[in-house]
């Protein structure tokens, strides 16, 4: 006799998989509550002596944190804006209009997803310094405003599109552009929204880029706030941990709200 399952049973075997991948996170937040000599003990305390909210406020006060928060958020959503139109114009271009070179243009742009950050670090570092950018968020945001991936995944879910509701608009007399804007968008939300994800997430993260061109208090970002809690000799991990789930805390919002459309776009697109 089979017992009836609420899910597939497949779950039997992701679930261990799934607390395996959240036990970081659940050490973080177990840290957050400690005691700063509960952290450092060894072996480490499972159980701690009681709920220290306390190191919360501690972190957000032992820094300018209201002000990473606020930099950390200029950059990424002018990062997600700018990936948005820049991304969706070329994307476009790829999918749909013919011009010379096209075929040969794109794979090239491929190319570049295989070419490491490191190897592009010191010229990217170099233009923005003659654009007189260096230590300012626009130093963080236009190396950003467009990304070789966005622009695949894009045309791939263009390409999904029925072209006939296109050539339909066209013969209503609407231009490329207006093509794009009403009808081609408005039926690529699922891609629009991931892309918008993924963007927030690699901007928010975004760590290196940020301690080369970044050399002030003033313009740093959240992660770059998070080291300022990790000295030389010794860190402070109750209120390291409690910074940690404080720049988390954006993320996993926007990736609740927005984990319809991220599945529902890699179900339907090149990726899948």
Same mark, same amino acid.
């Given at each position: ?64 944190? +209201?002000? =990473? ?12 804006? +700018? ?16 011009? %010379? +070179? ?6 090239? &742009? ?6 490491? %950050? ?14 007189? !950018? ?14 070789? =991936? ?6 791939? =879910? %263009?390409?999904? &599109? ?17 093509? !794009? ?13 991931? !892309?918008?994800?993924?963007?927030? &997430? ?67 697109? +090149? &990726?899948?």
């Amino acid at each position: 006799m089979r017992w009836p399952l609420p899910f597939s049973p497949r779950h039997l075997a992701l679930m261990p998989i799934a607390a395996l991948m959240l036990l970081p996170l659940g050490w973080m937040l177990l840290t957050s509550i400690q005691t700063l000599p509960e952290s450092r003990h060894f072996p480490p305390v499972l159980i701690p002596s009681g709920f220290h909210w306390q190191n919360y406020p501690d972190a957000w006060n032992a820094a300018p944190f +209201g002000r =990473f928060f606020a930099n950390s958020m200029i950059v990424t959503l002018s990062a997600v804006a +700018g990936n948005l139109v820049f991304c969706s114009l070329a994307g476009y271009a790829f999918a749909r209009m013919r011009f %010379f +070179g096209r075929d040969v243009l794109f794979v090239a &742009l491929l190319a570049t997803l295989m070419v490491p %950050f490191q190897v592009t670090m010191i010229p990217t570092f170099l233009i923005v310094q003659k654009m007189g !950018l260096v230590n300012s968020l626009p130093a963080l945001i236009v190396p950003n405003l467009v990304t070789p =991936f966005g622009i695949f995944l894009l045309r791939q =879910f %263009f390409r999904t &599109l029925p072209i006939e509701l296109e050539e339909a608009a066209r013969m209503d007399g609407c231009s490329r552009l207006g093509v !794009l804007v009403r009808v081609v968008l408005p039926l690529s939300m699922p891609a629009l929204a991931t !892309l918008a994800i993924v963007t927030f &997430l690699w901007t928010w993260n975004d760590f290196l880029w940020p301690l080369i061109v970044i050399t002030s208090t003033n313009q740093s970002t959240v992660q770059l706030g998070l080291a300022q809690f990790q000295g030389a000799h010794q860190t402070n991990w109750t209120l390291l941990m409690a910074g940690n789930v404080m720049a988390l805390a954006p993320m996993l919002l926007v990736f609740i709200i927005g984990q319809r459309w991220f599945v529902q776009s890699l179900a339907s697109t +090149g &990726l899948k």
